[in-house]
């Protein structure tokens, strides 16, 4: 998104002592205004104190809801002019987000030389989505947070990011095919590191693009296939080939379960007003954290590789993606008959907040 003039209905006060993600507060706030594609009321401003870096969820709470007026103890935040209900965020009030799928306390930090560090992690911090798998949830953010920092003083587009993940992506595959594992895994590594990073350098930087959305979705939708075929094909550089048979329901179990599962994903979505099958009960949310995606598989293979039998890694990795979408099975079903005797499906998330 290119420096421009300001909505309009955007009223910028005072300013920042300090850049924030390579740019000034004023056209950060800028471009979380226009992201939002939320409008106050007609007639109505919308008042940013830009004395202080803010969570983005806050620009959304503000315009959906003009009533309110959000501060940082006596400091006025933002919030829409002639709002009378005050909401203190020093007191950590919680609020659901929705399109992260988590709850969150937003945070406000006044923007300093001294804070501008604190006031970045905070921002990176608040864009990770609540529901997601062990490594991204737990061993990528560290790391993930400096090369996003690196990438946004080398000025690097997230699009940059994601073509360098592709790039790495095809590596890989290559290197399953011809059972070179863990140099594989070394260049899956990387691109599963660089998968986080982009989407959270657009979240920081606010340069988030239709363009970008399908780019970076596109290949996590398409990769994991090839990848386990690649891995079934690189077990004769071993001597552990799977005979026929074993092959086909290996790779039947692991393709056919994959494609299911993102069936039942899509129409739970569908079904349940853009509710993800997740986020329902806690359940679905504990149950993400290891579900066959991409990454807790990844784990099971590497463990596998260590004990020197990836034949045996690529078997148990067909087992957990059946397992896995019976499990998303069973839960759609419950979920529909539930909705059938009258029961509304939402997410506990929102539900247990407070």
Not at 116 to 135: F, N, P
Not at 165 to 172: D, E, F
């Amino acid at each position: 998104m290119k420096r421009g003039a300001h909505p309009h209905w955007l009223s910028l006060g005072n300013s920042a002592q300090a850049p924030i993600w390579g740019m000034d507060n004023a056209e950060r706030v800028r471009r979380l205004a226009c992201a939002a594609r939320i409008q106050p009321p007609e007639g109505r401003t919308l008042r940013v104190n830009l004395a202080y870096a803010f969570d983005p969820l806050l620009m959304r709470l503000a315009l959906r809801h003009p009533d309110k007026r959000f501060t940082h103890g006596e400091d006025f935040v933002i919030g829409v002019d002639g709002g009378t209900e005050m909401v203190d965020l020093a007191t950590r009030p919680e609020f659901y987000n929705a399109q992260l799928r988590k709850i969150e306390r937003p945070f406000a930090i006044r923007l300093t030389p001294q804070s501008r560090a604190d006031a970045e992690r905070a921002s990176y911090d608040a864009s990770y989505k609540g529901v997601t798998d062990l490594l991204t949830k737990y061993l990528w953010p560290g790391l993930a947070f400096h090369l996003t920092r690196l990438a946004a003083a080398l000025r690097m587009s997230p699009n940059m990011v994601t073509a360098i993940g592709a790039a790495l992506c095809v590596w890989a595959f290559f290197l399953f095919w011809q059972g070179r594992y863990w140099e594989g895994m070394a260049a899956g590594f990387v691109f599963m590191v660089l998968d986080t990073v982009d989407g959270k350098l657009a979240r920081c930087t606010i340069t988030s693009s239709w363009w970008g959305n399908i780019f970076d979705h596109g290949i996590d939708l398409v990769h994991p296939p090839f990848w386990w075929w690649a891995w079934a094909m690189g077990l004769g550089s071993w001597g552990l080939a799977y005979s026929t048979p074993t092959f086909l329901w290996v790779m039947g179990a692991i393709l056919g379960g994959y494609v299911i599962q993102r069936l039942i994903e899509g129409g739970f979505m569908r079904l349940y007003g853009g509710i993800h099958i997740h986020v329902w009960e806690r359940f679905d949310s504990r149950f993400r954290l290891v579900t066959a995606r991409r990454n807790p598989n990844m784990v099971i293979l590497f463990v596998a590789t260590l004990a020197a039998r990836p034949d045996i890694g690529l078997v148990a990795v067909a087992w957990w993606t059946a397992i896995s979408c019976a499990v998303h099975g069973v839960r759609l079903v419950q979920a529909m008959m539930r909705a059938r005797g009258g029961e509304a499906i939402g997410t506990w998330l929102e539900e247990t907040r407070g």
